[in-house]
Antibody, heavy 118, light 108 residues
Framework: QVQLVESGGGVVQPGRSLRLSCAASGFTFNSYAMLWVRQAPGKGLEWVALISYDGSNKYYADSVQGRFAISRDNSKNTLYLQMSSLRTEDTSIYYC???????????WGQGTVVTISS | QSALTQPASVSGSPGQSITISCTGTSSDVGNYNFVSWYQHHPGKVPKLMIY???KRPSGISNRFSGSKSGNTASLTISGLQAEDEADYYC?????????FGGGTKLTV
């Protein structure tokens, strides 16, 4: 079945780096744009980054521009989020999701928890 | 990238109908028919309920409907059920950015 599985979360000190992965299965990964969305404790959903189906276009929220990098490896059906210069405010559950043809996000992973703490 | 404005909370009794608003500007909600709505039960995965303003994905109950007037999109849930109690988010993906509303907690 169609599935997204995130991994790579953990506890990291401020200023350090972390890479999240999102493994896709059950659909033609290289036909879909993908994105990352996060939810901080007690807060709402926040868009982080989006990448086109072929990786040629990448877009970022202002809050992570210059610190985070989204990428994909279509040969491995995997989406990535490289996070650098991490701040305490980056503490969140990070979800990957598929962008469908209706400008919506129809498949979501279960999320991976990132905690930034000294 | 200003967040879309939603009421913090709404409530209703079983069987009733409620509407959640999502207000943007003429540059975002008013200019695109791409608003989507997500249901999010705490500890679970967000679920797409409405896309392109008013379309329901396969498997979503017709108790859920979406509409738009001017710069405000709305989600209406009719025949409220206990399992509808959740957080609801509107979202607009247009051009090169994505923006979510602040979320609305629905209490049934």
């Amino acid at each position: 079945q169609v599935q997204l599985v995130e991994s790579g979360g953990g506890v990291v000190q401020p200023g350090r780096s972390l890479r999240l992965s999102c493994a896709a299965s059950g659909f033609t990964f290289n036909s879909y744009a993908m994105l990352w969305v996060r939810q901080a404790p007690g807060k709402g959903l926040e868009w982080v980054a989006l990448i086109s189906y072929d990786g040629s276009n990448k877009y970022y929220a202002d809050s992570v521009q210059g610190r985070f990098a989204i990428s994909r490896d279509n040969s491995k059906n995997t989406l990535y989020l490289q996070m650098s210069s991490l701040r305490t405010e980056d503490t969140s559950i990070y979800y990957c999701a598929r962008v469908d043809w209706g400008h919506a996000f129809d498949v979501w992973g279960q999320g991976t928890v990132v905690t930034i703490s000294s | 990238q200003s967040a879309l404005t939603q009421p913090a909370s709404v409530s209703g009794s079983p069987g009733q109908s409620i509407t959640i608003s999502c207000t943007g500007t003429s540059s975002d909600v008013g200019n695109y028919n791409f608003v989507s709505w997500y249901q999010h039960h705490p500890g679970k995965v967000p679920k797409l309920m409405i896309y392109e303003g008013s379309k329901r994905p396969s498997g979503i109950s017709n108790r859920f409907s979406g509409s738009k007037s001017g710069n405000t999109a709305s989600l209406t849930i009719s025949g409220l059920q206990a399992e509808d109690e959740a957080d609801y988010y509107c979202c607009l993906y247009a051009g090169s950015s994505v923006v979510f509303g602040g979320g609305t907690k629905l209490t049934v």
